[in-house]
């Protein structure tokens, strides 16, 4: 089983995660900028974490041959912290960079109209720079912020088809696939999905467009729910390529739109090292 998880924030994991996670067929990650829990005083403080997430994080996951790709945003919660603001200008300086496939996370946490601004300016970046857009929905209110949500994509002008709306539900699911964004859902432990009801959503709604992420943070949450998932997929009648879908070839088809999606040397086995697993210690970035 091959995973390529497509949400997950890896800077609040420890090196045994990644080992955790390359034995369980982790094989590539997304990692979006988000609210680290401690608000942020100044912008320049963004600026060293964007650094670590484009720096230090890829050569960490290199370690495990786990290949680490980044989105970059100011996210919701501290776009309405008015230190936070400039932050907006720093972006381009980011947006720019090869392992950067998407900006996010972007969207909704109480839909202040600070938070209104931010995500239209950012989804016109998204355009600008020809990538997709992560975006977050609210933990509250999430059916209200999921139509708020669609209706300022719609408005950017953003193809549907370059978006996906995360952290979903059974009460969001229909009226984001109907949209034409793609869908994520997080696995997490007590809240927001679990993998038995992913299951179910898959068996409604197919596998199109569908992205599974374990969201992993600093809160309580599992990096290998995407596994977990993908098992109970198998054991609910779903076939090899199924789960292979959802689980690889959906994220590597969202965020390929980047054009920046390198993973060559990780679908070619002879290019992986057969002493460490690793192939990015010899001579990859």
Known sequence: MRIFDPHIHMTSRTTDDYERMAAAGVRAVVEPAFWLGQPR??????????????????FRAGQFGVRHFATIALNPKEANDPRCRPVLDLLPRYLDKDAVVAVGEIGYDSMTPEEDEAFAAQLALA????????????HRDK???????????????????????????????????ESG?????????????TPQ????????YGTDRMLVNSAADWGRSDP??????????LAAGFSDDDVDRVLWRNPVEFYGQSGRLDLSDLEDPAAVDPQTGNSILRGGS
């Open 127 to 138: 355009v600008a720079y020809d990538l997709p857009a992560l975006v977050h929905t609210p």
């Open 41 to 58: 005083t100044s912008a320049a403080s963004f600026t060293d974490y964007f650094d670590s997430l484009i720096g230090w994080e890829p």
């Open 181 to 193: 964004c793609w869908l994520g859902f997080s696995i997490y432990p007590d809240t927001k999905m």
């Open 224 to 233: 290998l729910l995407t596994r977990a998932t993908g098992e109970a997929m």
């Open 143 to 177: 059916a209200r912020g999921c139509e708020r949500t669609l209706a300022v994509v719609a408005e950017s002008g953003i193809d549907a088809g370059r978006v996906v709306v995360d952290h979903l539900n059974e009460v969001t699911v229909k009226l984001v696939r």
């Open 197 to 204: 009801r992913m299951v179910e959503l898959l068996r409604e």
